[in-house]
């Protein structure tokens, strides 16, 4: 299956200056960008297909500033990138970003809905009013040239003082003018982002319009001992904890040589977990009683703690997972999840090996 990521889904109206990166994955496995093929951004919005931009590589992503974006309105927009315009990701549904409006543009009431019929009966009115100012005015006859200024004629005597005047009667108030119709409401901007395909409460919509840091798989880590239990800390923001054997130095990996093998390692948890990440653990290595074999999971707690996971736990129930017929089975299913929760593999992994969804 063909998807994608974007690093930024929230921008400002006239902000030309940001750069939008796009990764595009097949099978979970990020593709290697071709720099002889054309990527092009195709953009559509609720009213249809509105542009195609192309896009450019940098660092095996694909790369559009949002200056080729300028003439789009605020508004949430769906897009998908083709490849030479025969291959599209993602697979399925869109892509998303948001242009929300800046600080000048300030929003005024809410203009109702009329109908073409109403809106051409007062076009016909106003035309009607003004043929009528037009003809009074061609009733009246051409004004004259203006004539010489006359002579200046002399000082008239002063007038006396009039007598003050009665103050007059207030008049009446007016009547009320009659209330207008009212007009026809408007669609939500949470209703508009349903009608997209998107599902979700308006919690959920209003938390997709808030800027968000890319969350991946982790490549790195580093050990934090002030803790404890001692934590690893990896690159993606997860942490991760083993309270049993809170500052066990084989456990952490402390002070262990860089050797790297396609074998899950007994005690080495932060290793094996970036092994499996970058790839040189396989979930072919995981069906291999050779690659994990008993020795290789004894060492695995339930009581291993990942901190700010990238996914929940409880999406899925493990009991049943199983990568092969090493003689602890309980151990595989706490192996799956923490992995689950560390970002690492796809929800259909975990479900070959027997997780299933809640």
């Not at 290793?271 to 396989?282: A, E, H, L, P, Y």
């Amino acid at each position: 299956m063909k998807t994608l990521t974007i690093n930024q889904k929230v921008f400002k109206h006239q902000d030309t200056q940001t750069k939008l990166k796009i990764a595009l994955f097949e099978d979970d496995s990020k593709v290697s960008l071709d720099s002889n093929s054309d990527y092009q951004f195709k953009i559509k919005n609720s009213s249809g297909y509105l542009k195609s931009e192309t896009l450019t590589i940098k660092d095996n992503q694909l790369v559009i500033t949002t200056d080729k974006l300028k003439g789009l309105p605020p508004d949430t927009y769906n897009f998908e990138v083709w490849q030479n315009e025969d291959s599209i990701y993602p697979s399925e549904n869109y892509g998303y970003f948001s242009i929300t409006k800046n600080t000048t543009e300030v929003d005024g009431k809410t203009i109702p809905v009329i109908t073409i019929e109403e809106f051409n009966k007062r076009i016909d009115e106003a035309l009607k009013k003004v043929e009528s100012i037009e003809q009074i005015k061609g009733e009246k006859g051409d004004k004259g040239e203006k004539g010489d200024k006359g002579d200046t004629g002399e000082r008239g005597a002063d007038g006396k003082d009039g007598v003050n005047g009665k103050d007059g009667i207030n008049g009446t108030n007016g009547r009320d003018g009659v209330d207008g119709k009212n007009g026809q409401d408007g669609k939500s901007a949470y209703q508009i982002w349903l009608d997209l395909g998107n599902s979700g409460s308006e919690q959920d919509f209003i938390n997709s319009l808030k800027a968000q840091s890319e969350r991946h798989a982790p490549t790195g880590y580093t050990l934090d001992t002030s803790t404890k239990p001692w934590t690893i800390w990896f690159d993606n923001g997860c942490g991760f904890q083993m309270p049993n054997w809170w500052n066990n130095k084989a456990f952490y990996t402390y002070g262990a040589d860089n050797t790297v093998t396609s074998r899950f390692d007994i005690y080495e948890h932060p290793r094996n977990i970036i092994k499996v990440s970058k790839g040189v653990i396989t979930p072919e290595n995981f069906k291999n009683k050779e690659k994990l074999d008993a020795n290789y999971s004894n060492y695995w707690d339930e009581k291993f703690i990942v901190l700010n996971p990238i996914r929940n736990r409880n999406d899925y129930d493990w009991s049943n997972v199983k990568f092969n017929d090493m003689s602890d089975v309980n151990r595989q299913k706490w192996i799956a999840r923490t992995l689950y929760e560390l970002g690492i593999w796809s929800g259909e992994t975990f479900e070959s090996f027997g997780a299933v969804r809640k």
